[in-house]
């Protein structure tokens, strides 16, 4: 994932698009930073899945962020953060569609052998083993949750 990025840098810095050039450098630089605070750590660099949850940690701001912009009525800037969404979620996980994610919820319940609410935990354990970055937690505890009740 890492290696993606730093193509899809080096692609847009030769190719003069400034959006996704500064858009992929920010993500580089809290890579680099996050790796930094890893080693002060005795940790080693970020895996895949540490570099997936920062990307989707700045697409949630990125979507904060331009609700409070449509709300403004500063266009101009929501339009610089509906394009950066749009380069971050290039390098995301395509999401599991309402369907999906039912069918994955049923899976994970009958792999687990959930039988109430109190196993609520092992099912959202097993489904985030199972689809890492491809399912939107807080919506699917509510799905979970009717699962099991």
């Known amino acids: ?24 450098r920010a993500v580089n630089a809290a890579i680099k930073d996050k790796d930094i ?3 002060g750590q005795g940790k080693g660099p970020l895996s895949d899945e540490d570099v997936l949850v ?3 940690k700045m697409v ?3 979507e904060e962020s331009l609700g409070i912009y449509e709300k403004a009525g500063r266009e101009d800037l929501a339009v610089v953060e509906r394009e950066e969404i749009a380069i971050l979620g290039e390098f995301l996980p395509k999401g599991l569609s309402d369907a999906e994610v039912d069918e ?3 899976a994970a319940i009958a792999k687990t052998g959930a039988a109430g609410a109190k196993d609520m935990g092992k099912v959202i354990a097993s489904l985030k ?9 807080g919506k ?9 009740g």
Request: net charge positive.
């Open 104 to 106: 994955a919820i049923r």
């Open 129 to 137: 083993a199972d689809y890492p970055g491809r399912i939107d937690f």
């Open 1 to 24: 994932m890492r290696d993606a990025i730093s193509e899809g840098y080096k692609t847009a810095l030769k190719a003069g698009d400034k959006r996704r050039t500064a858009t992929l």
């Open 37 to 39: 605070d890893a080693r």
């Open 54 to 56: 920062l990307l989707q």
């Open 60 to 62: 949630k701001q990125r």
């Open 140 to 148: 699917a505890s509510g799905r979970v949750k009717a699962a099991l």
